[in-house]
Antibody, heavy 116, light 107 residues
Framework: EERLVESGGGLVQPGGSLRLTCSAS????????MSWVRQTPGKGLEWVAH????????NYVDSVKGRFTISRDNAKNIAYLQMNSLRVEDTSVYYC?????????WGQGTLVTVSS | EIVLTQSPDTLSLSPGERATLSCRAS??????LAWYQQKPGQAPRLFIY???NRAPGIPDRFSASGSGTDFTLTIRRLEPEDFAVYFC?????????FGQGTKVEIK
């Protein structure tokens, strides 16, 4: 069974950092572009970042540019989202998903709460 | 940024009825539109991509149509497991954006 599992979420103060991890099983991540999408009750679903299969190129939504970094380790079948300078408005459930345009497989999500 | 507006916000129907969900884009997105279903406590699940292609495992009672700025997701005869929230998403113009969702609830 193909599965993505996110981890690394939690409570962090404004200005802090977190690294989210997306671990894949039952599929080879190197065959897929990978994305992070977040969801809040108020703002809905928002694409955050995506990265090419080989990690050669990545793109970000403007609100996280310069603060978030998406990366991958295909040998470990893992994708990451490094989040720095976190803001209250980054509070969301963060999902990793396969695909760089539409998203065929999603993880269960990990909650990031930014609060003092 | 392209804004996707879904209507209605909530659709109250009975099992066996037909559901018609709308997604309108603020600019032309061609056929680059997807639909997702989300149930409480779960991640979204891809149902439709490239405007009208069903994802693997999606039953044929689900169909989608449209192009440009106006899109429709139709559920031919609602089954109990179809009651959920449905989101559209465009992926022609970066940043990819989602609609706010339509909740299909049991009447």
């Amino acid at each position: 069974e193909e599965r993505l599992v996110e981890s690394g979420g939690g409570l962090v103060q404004p200005g802090g950092s977190l690294r989210l991890t997306c671990s894949a099983s039952g599929l080879t991540l190197s065959s897929h572009r990978m994305s992070w999408v977040r969801q809040t009750p108020g703002k809905g679903l928002e694409w955050v970042a995506h990265i090419r299969e080989d990690g050669s190129e990545s793109n970000y939504v403007d609100s996280v540019k310069g603060r978030f970094t998406i990366s991958r380790d295909n040998a470990k079948n893992i994708a990451y989202l490094q989040m720095n300078s976190l803001r209250v408005e980054d509070t969301s459930v963060y999902y990793c998903a396969t695909g760089g345009h539409y998203y065929g497989l999603w993880g269960q999500g990990t909650l990031v709460t930014v609060s003092s | 940024e392209i804004v996707l507006t879904q209507s209605p916000d909530t659709l109250s129907l009975s099992p066996g009825e037909r559901a018609t969900l709308s997604c309108r884009a603020s600019q032309n997105v061609g056929i680059f539109l997807a639909w997702y279903q989300q149930k409480p406590g779960q991640a979204p699940r891809l149902f439709i991509y490239d405007e009208s292609n069903r994802a693997p495992g999606i039953p044929d009672r689900f169909s989608a149509s449209g192009s440009g700025t106006d899109f429709t997701l139709t559920i031919r005869r609602l089954e109990p497991e179809d009651f959920a929230v449905y989101f559209c998403q465009q992926y022609l113009h970066s940043p990819w954006t989602f609609g706010q969702g339509t909740k299909v609830e049991i009447k």
